[in-house]
């Protein structure tokens, strides 16, 4: 049996193990992906993804690539309710209402992609900065101590392997066997329905017309489901129920029953109907007491099983990952200590448990189900997605300062520690330059106009601690001594400093400290010194 060593090993290569490869590939970490299949999705599942995603996606270099890719969709903005496509329309309404009026708030937007598309552009990408991708291998077993990981490994050709890793990260799925061979149990309402998807070709262009949905809800007698079509109007997927305690099974949808109920989806019984793939899935509602057990962590569905109804399962777990990735990365590296990947719990699994109960009131409200009370506690997909406010983790929070909830409006945010760092367009020679732009691999310390002494200061503290840090100056002109120019002059609001404040931002875009004011005299930076080290555990 052969034998490898790598430093962070990723069990499963759909979305999330690819993202978690992807972003550690991007924080020059060496890592190995295993994964059963042979190769990435061949189903859609998952198709949207909002815009912080895409954020995320643009700091690693994949957004203009999904949104390419995504062009054919752009128009797939309508969520209907029809007794079938050929019939009766119920209701019919914008998804993301407002979602292209987010100019203010982000440079992304919201992209609407089926999973077998954006998956490959995931791996591509990990590919090319270095990940060890293996499609076709399967984690048979493993074992955990204080140094690291051993796993065994099951080739395509049913050859076994060893691998040592420092880390193992579960992107296993809501079935995962390493949190079940961890014991980690789950909390939660448990399995609320059983579901197959069906993914199956069919010509979509006579029916639909000039009509494009995002999602199509179907009731008629003979079909109860979700129908769902590509950019092509060649291929789609139905997603429909099933009850065990009914008798019902999986056995039960062959091809002919697949068939019968598309054409019932789409009210045309003479349609030509090719079934792909059948995909049983469970909706529930679960999440992970621990993310983490030793030196083995939980990502994505493994952690946390979030109802599908929202689209918020794929993005906070793409979302875990590009957290986890520069832990590890600055742990691995000895910039930071071992304590810093304790806050990927702290900071992930509020966030997975709120989440999972967004997801069922989303489902509640659809479903016509929900309570006033329900109602009034359904948040919009912007405050789910992208006003998070961590309550602990790798940042320092502000004495006296109120605590924020979970999460907010995220127009709401002025640069708190533990948020997301605003959207400002700054400018670098002329040309506009996002904040966002400015994040996504060392630390970045930003100051305004009048907190020159901070670049002394940053200087200082990189040398101490031995981090990664990039100071900028904003300045209202870019005539101003090489600072970067806010012209609209937002950046000090935005932020909530002064001319002279300083705002300290993690790799991943989160807020990690701020300071009302400039440097104290003859300190050298020594509050941002002791910032860095409580950040990163040291």
């Known amino acids: 049996m052969s034998t490898s060593s790598t430093r962070v090993l990723i069990a499963g290569g759909s979305l999330v193990g690819l993202s978690t490869a992807l972003f550690l590939a991007h924080h020059n970490v060496p890592c190995v992906m295993v994964e059963r299949h042979p190769a990435t999705s061949v189903h859609p599942r998952a198709v949207g993804y909002y815009p912080r995603t895409a954020e995320l996606l643009r700091t690693v270099g994949v957004e203009e690539a999904a949104k390419s890719a995504a062009s054919g969709f752009e128009k797939h903005k309508t969520r209907a309710g029809v007794v079938s496509l050929a019939g009766e329309v119920l209701f019919s309404k914008e998804e993301l209402q407002g979602g292209d009026d987010l100019a203010d708030l982000t440079p992304s937007r919201l992209l609407l992609l089926p999973q077998d598309r954006l998956e490959p552009l995931l791996r591509a990408r990990a590919e090319k900065l270095g990940a060890d991708l293996r499609f076709g291998t399967e984690l048979v077993s493993f074992t955990q101590d204080d140094d690291g990981v051993s796993a065994v490994l099951k080739g395509p050709n049913g050859d076994q392997s060893t691998v040592r890793a420092d880390y193992l990260v579960a992107a296993d799925g809501p079935r995962s066997t390493v949190r079940e061979a961890l014991g980690i149990p789950r909390q939660g309402r448990g399995v609320l329905s059983r579901h197959v998807s ?48 009914r008798g019902e099974s999986l056995q039960d949808f062959t091809d002919a029953r697949c068939a019968e109920l598309v054409r019932a989806a789409i009210g045309w019984d003479t349609v030509e109907v090719t079934v792909r793939s059948r995909f049983p899935w469970d909706m529930a509602e679960l999440v992970a007491e621990r993310f983490a057990e030793g030196r083995v962590l939980l990502a994505g569905d493994a952690a946390h099983q979030i109802p599908p109804t929202g689209g918020y399962g794929a993005n906070t777990g793409i979302a875990d990952a590009f957290n986890l990735a520069w832990k590890l990365a600055l742990v691995l590296e000895g910039t930071a200590g071992a304590g810093l990947l304790n806050t990927y719990q702290e900071e992930r699994r509020p966030v997975g448990l709120y989440t999972a109960q967004q997801g069922s009131l989303q489902l509640a409200v659809r ?172």
């Open 198 to 245: 069906i993914a199956f070709g069919a010509d979509f262009a006579a029916v639909l017309g000039e009509r494009r949905y995002s999602v199509v809800h179907v009731k008629n007698d003979t079909v109860t489901g979700i129908l769902v079509h590509d950019d092509t109007l060649t291929e789609g997927t139905l997603i429909v129920g099933y009850d065990p305690d």
């Open 367 to 538: 479903s016509g189900t929900a309570t006033e009370e329900q109602r009034a506690a359904t948040d919009d997909a912007m405050t789910v997605t992208m006003g998070q406010a961590y309550r602990s983790g790798a940042f320092v929070p502000e004495t006296g300062a109120a605590r924020l909830p979970l999460t907010s409006d995220p127009r709401t945010l002025r640069g708190e520690p533990g948020t997301r760092a605003p959207y400002v367009v700054l400018q670098r020679g002329g040309a506009p330059l996002p904040t966002l732009d400015l994040f996504g691999t060392g630390f970045v310390l930003m100051a305004g106009q009048d907190g020159g002494s901070w670049a002394r200061a940053a200087e200082a503290a990189a040398a101490e601690v031995g981090a990664d840090l990039t100071f900028h100056r904003i300045a209202a002109t870019v005539r101003d001594g090489g600072a970067l120019a806010d012209p609209e002059g937002r950046w000090n609001a935005a932020y909530g400093v002064p001319a002279d404040g300083a705002v300290l931002v993690r790799p991943d875009g989160i807020v990690a400290w701020r300071c009302p004011g400039g440097v104290p005299a003859g300190e050298q930076g020594a509050a941002l010194i002791a910032a860095l080290r409580r950040i990163l555990a040291r």
